[in-house]
């Protein structure tokens, strides 16, 4: 009898949130975050647009879209503002370069909170893991408590959690939500002194080795110093580190 009752209660429960997001679908149609068309999300002739990183031009270290030849990211110069001489990483690639059409996407996404963009945007990564990466889970550097607080969700969460569903992979929660300020306000010299200390392993994690390597996500690569920094923190749990963002400043 109790049974039954449970199960008449989460039938009417299920019929309310569909008659709810029917509602909500009437008043405020799903509408694309580029071209603004009703219908997707991210609607298939604005994907078709988009001007993607070739992988033939890009480095093949950092994925730097026109680093084949001569890398901005891969010089002792860049390397040596970052406080480094050699990148942290096996393996780097973004999928566009930052220009308005994905920084509008990154936006919406993480700003704006259309946290269903993210499995768009995991799809385009999905398909620039490189096929000689060797991992065996999917991690991300979790947004700072106050940026967590003020959008109510962390967005290299999301991003990281719809890309190991596509790569059926697990995801790894390796790092403690650090307090520091957001990224996005610091200057190149800012970033790094704000990151120093705030990259720290959860305790739990921290003497449990990854022998399989790891795959860092996160939406941009700036100046590389996020990557950079959880980088170093993995150094002691995996012997093999990728990075994967959306985009490339
Ligand atoms: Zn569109
Ligand atoms: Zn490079």
Redesign the pocket.
């Known amino acids: 009898m109790a049974a039954t009752s449970l199960a008449h209660e989460s039938l009417l429960r299920k019929v309310a949130r569909f008659a709810s997001e029917a509602a909500c679908e009437t008043l405020w149609p799903t509408r694309?975050?580029?071209?603004?068309?009703p219908g997707?999300v991210?609607?298939?002739?604005?994907?078709s647009q988009l001007a993607f990183i070739d992988a033939w031009k890009s480095c093949p270290l950092c994925g730097s879209p026109f680093g084949l030849r001569q890398c901005d990211f891969c010089n002792t110069l860049a390397l040596g503002r970052l406080g480094r001489e050699s990148a942290p990483f096996d393996g780097c690639a973004s999928v566009l370069p930052f220009d308005e059409c994905s920084g509008t996407l990154v936006r919406t996404f993480k700003d704006g909170g259309e946290q269903r963009l993210a499995d768009n945007l995991a799809n385009m990564m999905a398909r620039y893991v490189q096929p000689s990466w060797s991992f065996g889970a999917v991690t991300y550097v979790p947004a700072s408590k106050a940026a967590y607080r003020s959008r109510g969700f962390d967005h290299a969460e999301l991003l990281a959690c719809a890309l190991a569903a596509q790569l059926s992979k697990p995801v790894a929660r390796v790092f403690e939500r650090p307090s520091s300020r957001d990224q996005r306000k610091l200057t190149a010299r800012g970033r790094l002194s704000n990151l120093k200390g705030a990259m720290r392993l959860r305790a739990d994690v921290s003497k449990q080795p990854v022998e399989s390597g790891l795959l860092v996500v996160d939406d941009v690569f700036t100046t590389g110093a996020t990557l950079c920094a959880a980088c170093d923190a993995l150094v002691q749990l995996t012997p093999h580190i990728y990075c994967l963002t959306f985009a490339r400043a």
Request: hydrophobic share 40%; with cysteine; net charge neutral.
């Open positions: 694309c975050a580029l071209c603004d068309r997707q991210l609607c298939a002739s604005c994907i």
